[in-house]
């Protein structure tokens, strides 16, 4: 059984403590820390658990055998980079990082330490919706894909929410999954910025059109929009040489009611996602009693946060900015 303790008891950390100890086999949370107190009791409360308000205390307590890290990004590189140097597998969500310069500290750490303990939680690549999607595009039926469309809508967000962090907390997900839905790396970023919605404030430009060019000249546009009000509405279309395909979302009934034919949209990522959440801890849970790490690298999220910066630099300067990661270290290969 692997015994796991969870750094940042906020909405997501308190989904995971109960799909780790409820749905999920081969594991069970016995300690959490907040530097909230009372969060963190509230957490502990759905597993039994032990409290920490510090983080390091959890890390180094000999009854756990794993981390998971579900504080806000900026507070990532220090849980992580701590797990390491304990010798301990860790599960942090997205963002590795907010900057690139923190995610390579982690590669670096982790190839020192000789040992692969770092799994990032973009979790869409665990998608049924995204894995069909590249099943057909693996398959060669459509011929080379050649533009993406995409949206990324959430209804609302808090009003702590600012411009940076529609790329580096939200576009995340694309920015990672988008490249290895094509098997394509970026090469170029570019952020136009219509008008803003009146549901916005004065440091968030909300909508934004995020575009990114691959390296064999795949253009990809990504409109996010934080505060669209009508549900949580993640789409993506894929055009090819000889097709298009789609993402299918998750059904939900056709209702014909007086005159109208209607069908419910999500309107939360707990829900959108819920799936695809349990199957990337359960492999997670799997990989780690074997030694290794099945999903998403310390690697792919440094990817992630050097092309979130190009596209945070684009914002800035409203230029096409250019995206450059080097080499993937062997150790990841
Ligand atoms: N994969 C996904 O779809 C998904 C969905 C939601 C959130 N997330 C990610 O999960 C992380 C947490 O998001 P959330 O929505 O749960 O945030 P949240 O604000 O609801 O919770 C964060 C919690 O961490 C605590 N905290 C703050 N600093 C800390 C520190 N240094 N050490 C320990 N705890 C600390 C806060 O008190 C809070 O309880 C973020 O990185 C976010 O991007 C991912
Ligand atoms: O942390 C959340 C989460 O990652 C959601 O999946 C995303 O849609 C939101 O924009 C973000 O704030």
Known sequence: MLRVGVVGCGAIGKEHIKRLNNKLQGVTVVVVSDVFEEGAKTAAALCDGKVY????????????????????GFAHVETVLAAIKAGKPVFCEKPLATTADDCKKIVDAEIASGKHLVQVGFMRRYDKGYIQVKEALDSGEFGAPLMLHCTHRNPEVGTDYTTPMAVHDTAIHEIDCLHWLVDDEYESAQVIMPGSTKYTHSELKDPQIMLLRTKKGICIDVEVFVNCKFGYDINCEVVCEEGVVKMPAPATPIIRKEGRLSTGIETSWINRFIDSYDVELQDWVNSVAKGEVNGPTAWDGYVAAVTADALVRAQQSGNIEAIVTGECPKFYK
């Open 53 to 72: 308000t510090d983080a390091n205390a959890l890390i180094n307590d000999a009854e756990v055998d794993a981390i998971v890290c579900t504080s806000p």
